[in-house]
C-alpha cells in the first residue's frame, strides 16, 4: 500500500469522526486516537516511521511550554518540580511497582521499572488542554506542568534501569556520572546558544522581512536544541523545553509562539495517530474487560497516590484537580513497554493489556478535564478553599476590576484575552461562584476594604475598574484606594451627576453608559442609513 494512500486514509477518517464529535464539543484528541486504531487494523504501517515524525508533535509543545516559562518563573515553581515531583515517581512509582511485583509474579527490578512508567503522566494532552483552557496558570495547572517537567527528567533513570538490567557489564555509577554530566552539559549549551547566538540569528532573519526565512530559523533553533538534548543522552522534548525557556527573555517570543502554534498542532494530531497505532484492536476486543479493570483502576489508584502526597502542601480542592488531571499514563510509557518487550522482559499479553489500558486513561483524560470542576464538586464543595491567597509580593502591575456582574464578567474575558494580568473582586458569593466555574481569577471580599486592597496590592496596581452601580459604595471604594495610592488609574462605570463632580476632581474617568448605549445606538443608525 503507498505511503499516499495511507496518508488520505488518515486524514479521512479522522475527519470522518472529528467533525461530528466537534458538535459534541468532544476534543479532536480523541479522533485521532480512534483514527489510529482503525488505520493500523487495516493498513500495514511502519509505526516507526510515524513515531519519529508524531515526535515532532511533543517537542513543539514543549518548546511553546518553555517560552511561557521564564527561569524566573521556573524557580519559583521549584517546589512543584522537584518537591511534588519527586514524591510522585517516588511514591507511585514503587507503589505501583510492588503491586505488579504481587500481582504479575514479575520479578521486582523490572516491576519497579512498570510502576515508574506507570507513574508517568501524559504531557502533550494534559498541557496542550490546560494551555487551550488558559488553566496551566492556576494553582493546580502549575502543580501539574511541575510533575509533568520532573517526569520527564525521571525517565532518563528508568531508562538506565532498562540498561542495567540487560547489560550486566555497564557501570552504574558510570551511567549515572556521564547523565549528569550530559545533563549540565546541555543547559551549559543550551544557555549560550539561546542567550547569545539564537537572538543574534533571528534578528538578522527578522531584518530580511521574509515570513519563510524567520519561520525556518525558529525550527532551526527548535530542532537543534531538541537534536543537542539528544547528543547528551537526554529526551528531544527537555532540549526544547529548555530552549524556550531561554528564548522567553527576548523580544521574538510572541511571534515565534505565534507562527509554531500550527506546526504544534498539526504534529501533535500524528502524535495522537501514532497512540492509536499502538492498540491491537483483536486482543482488545478479546480481553476488553479486563483492559477496562486495569485502565480504570490505575487512574484511581494513581489519582488516590497523588491527592494523598498534595494534601500535604495544599487545599483539598487544589490537591483534587492535581489529581484527577494527571491520573492517567503518559506517553513516554509506551517507549518503556517497547523496550521492556524488545529484551522480554515482560510478557507480551501483559504489555499489550498495559498498553491498551494506557490508551484508555488517555482517551478519559480530556473528557476528565472538560468536567473536571464538577467531577470536584462532588468530593468537595467548598468554593472557597479554591479562592486564591494573595500575597503583596505576587502581583505587580495588575489591574484590579471591583464588581462581577455581567459588565464585570466581560471586562474580566477582555483582559484575559489580552493576558492583561487581573484580579476581580466581588462581595456576592454566587458572583464569585460563576467567576469561579468559568475559571477566572476572581476572590470573595469588600473592595471597600483597606487592608484587603493592600493585600490586593493597590499601591503597585497599573489601574483599577469599578463596575458596580451602587454609587455610595463606589464612592467610598474610590476613597479608600486614593488613600492608599493617589496616582493608579481609576476608571468608573456610573449614570450618577452628583458624584461625577468627585469623579472630575479626583481625575477619575467615569463611563456614562446609559450614554454609551445612546452613542453606540446613534452610529448604528448613521451606518444603517449610508447603505
Do not use: W
Amino acid at each position: 500500500m503507498s505511503a499516499t494512500v495511507i496518508i488520505l486514509a488518515v486524514l479521512f477518517v479522522s475527519l470522518l469522526f472529528n467533525i461530528p464529535l466537534s458538535k459534541f464539543k468532544i476534543p479532536p484528541i480523541i479522533g485521532y486516537i480512534i483514527t489510529g486504531v482503525l488505520i493500523t487494523s487495516t493498513f500495514h504501517i511502519e509505526k516507526e516511521t510515524i513515531d519519529h515524525i508524531a515526535e515532532f508533535g511533543i517537542i513543539f509543545l514543549m518548546f511553546l511550554i518553555g517560552i511561557e516559562f521564564s527561569p524566573d518563573k521556573l524557580k519559583r515553581m521549584k517546589k512543584e518540580v522537584f518537591v511534588y515531583g519527586t514524591l510522585e515517581m517516588l511514591i507511585v512509582g514503587v507503589g505501583f511497582g510492588f503491586l505488579a511485583h504481587y500481582l504479575f509474579n514479575i520479578d521486582l527490578s523490572i516491576a519497579l521499572i512498570v510502576g515508574g512508567a506507570l507513574a508517568l503522566s501524559s504531557t502533550a494532552i494534559v498541557l496542550k488542554l490546560l494551555n487551550e483552557s488558559r488553566e496551566i496558570s492556576k494553582p493546580y495547572g502549575s502543580n501539574s506542568l511541575g510533575i509533568l517537567l520532573f517526569q520527564d527528567i525521571a525517565v532518563i533513570p528508568i531508562l538506565i534501569a532498562i540498561s542495567i538490567i540487560v547489560n550486566k557489564d555497564l557501570s552504574l555509577g558510570d551511567m549515572i556520572t556521564q547523565t549528569i554530566i550530559g545533563f549540565l552539559g546541555l543547559i551549559a549549551v543550551i544557555y549560550i546558544f539561546g542567550k547569545y547566538i539564537a537572538p543574534f540569528i533571528i534578528s538578522k532573519a527578522v531584518k530580511t522581512k521574509s515570513d519563510e526565512i524567520f519561520l525556518s530559523t525558529v525550527l532551526l533553533i527548535v530542532i537543534a536544541a531538541s537534536e543537542a538534548a539528544h547528543f547528551f543522552g537526554l529526551s528531544y522534548s527537555l532540549g526544547a523545553f529548555l530552549a524556550g525557556m531561554i528564548i522567553s527573555e527576548t523580544p521574538f517570543k510572541y511571534q515565534i509562539e505565534a507562527d509554531l502554534v500550527p506546526f504544534r498542532d498539526l504534529l501533535l494530531a500524528v502524535f495522537f495517530v501514532s497512540v492509536g497505532l499502538s492498540v491491537d484492536l483483536d486482543f482488545t476486543i478479546a480481553h476488553l474487560g479486563t483492559i477496562l479493570v486495569y485502565s480504570f483502576g490505575i487512574m484511581i489508584l494513581k489519582g488516590l497516590m497523588i491527592f494523598g502526597i498534595l494534601r500535604i502542601f495544599n487545599t483539598k480542592r487544589i490537591s483534587l484537580k492535581t489529581a484527577f488531571t494527571l491520573s492517567q499514563v503518559g506517553e513516554f510509557a509506551f517507549v518503556i513497554f517497547a523496550l521492556l518487550g524488545k529484551y522480554e522482559l515482560v510478557n507480551n499479553n501483559l504489555l499489550q493489556t498495559l498498553i491498551v489500558a494506557v490508551v484508555i486513561s488517555m482517551i478519559a483524560t480530556p473528557f476528565v478535564l472538560k468536567y473536571l470542576y464538577k467531577i470536584v464538586s462532588i468530593f468537595d464543595k467548598n468554593l472557597k478553599a479554591e479562592m486564591p491567597r494573595l500575597k503583596p509580593a505576587e502581583v505587580d502591575g495588575h489591574t484590579i476590576v471591583v464588581g462581577y456582574d455581567k459588565i464585570g464578567r466581560r471586562v474580566c474575558s477582555k483582559l484575559t484575552h489580552q493576558k492583561i494580568p487581573y484580579i476581580a473582586i466581588d462581595k456576592q458569593v454566587e458572583n464569585v461562584n460563576i467567576g469561579i466555574k468559568k475559571g477566572d481569577n476572581i476572590i470573595f471580599g469588600n473592595a471597600s476594604d483597606k487592608n484587603l486592597l493592600e493585600a490586593l496590592n493597590i499601591h503597585n496596581a497599573k489601574s483599577v475598574i469599578i463596575t458596580t452601580l451602587n454609587e455610595i459604595y463606589t464612592h467610598l471604594i474610590t476613597e479608600n484606594i486614593l488613600a492608599l495610592n493617589p496616582n493608579v488609574k481609576i476608571i468608573v462605570v456610573s449614570d450618577d451627576e452628583i458624584e461625577k463632580q468627585f469623579f472630575k476632581e479626583n481625575k477619575i474617568i467615569v463611563v456614562d453608559k446609559n450614554r454609551e448605549i445612546a452613542t453606540k445606538i446613534m452610529k448604528l443608525l448613521e451606518k444603517i442609513g449610508e447603505k
